[in-house]
């Protein structure tokens, strides 16, 4: 009695009777990971996250804001492309400390590049009133992106026009690592010494996290330190 024994053909015979093949096609195993083990994945990351999280808030926080400087100059200069009120008060504070003689405000500038927006130049007056700010120098600027960037160019020159070497930035404090970088790439050059001076409200390096809101502004504040920092100054240097 015969039996009918099964055909079986191996990858060694295909080869064999196609040797052409190998040149145009091959073939690999691949891993594929279930959707089990990608949730545990997810959910051990999450969980690392939520243990660490003081630590990676803090670091990222810390990321954006300048170091702090105290030291007497000729100017104070208020960062007022976001009015915050807190720089106008912590501005006044130095300037009655005698920390400088002047405070230089930049408003938006009006059609008129020398005159100032009202609008603008009321809620810097406002501010400084509020802030008990004696005297402030109002300086009109053109608003051109990157605003900061052409801003300290146009501050730049102000300062050597008016024979100021030194000048104090106080900003707000997750814009102030930006602020720093950019005034320092314009105005050292040009002979003028710059200090920083972070200035914070309700939202520090340590709470941040804590509201959206908070996030959203740090987020924010991060991407354009990376523009300016890997972008605008290279563009603008070049």
Known sequence: MKRNLPQVTTDISMRRKSPWQRHFFYRKESIK???????????????????????????IGQSLVCTEEMSPSDVILVENFDPHYLAFERAAALHKA????????????????????????????LMSQIARLQNPTILPIRIVEPVSLNAAYQIRDFLLKEHQRSVIVVTDGFRSKRSALVYHAVLEPAGIKVSCM??????????????????EQVAEQLLKLQYYRFYALRVRSA
């Open 33 to 59: 990971t279930t959707w089990k083990c990608r949730l545990a994945f997810l959910m051990l990351v999450m969980l690392l996250m939520s243990v660490t999280r003081g630590f990676w808030m803090l670091r």
């Open 98 to 125: 005698g920390f400088a003689a002047r405070v230089l405000v930049p408003t938006a500038a009006s059609h008129d590049p020398k005159r100032a927006n009202a609008v603008s130049q009321g809620i810097a007056e």
């Open 198 to 215: 972070p200035v914070f409200g309700e939202r520090t390096p340590e709470n941040w996290a804590v509201t959206w809101h908070g996030i």
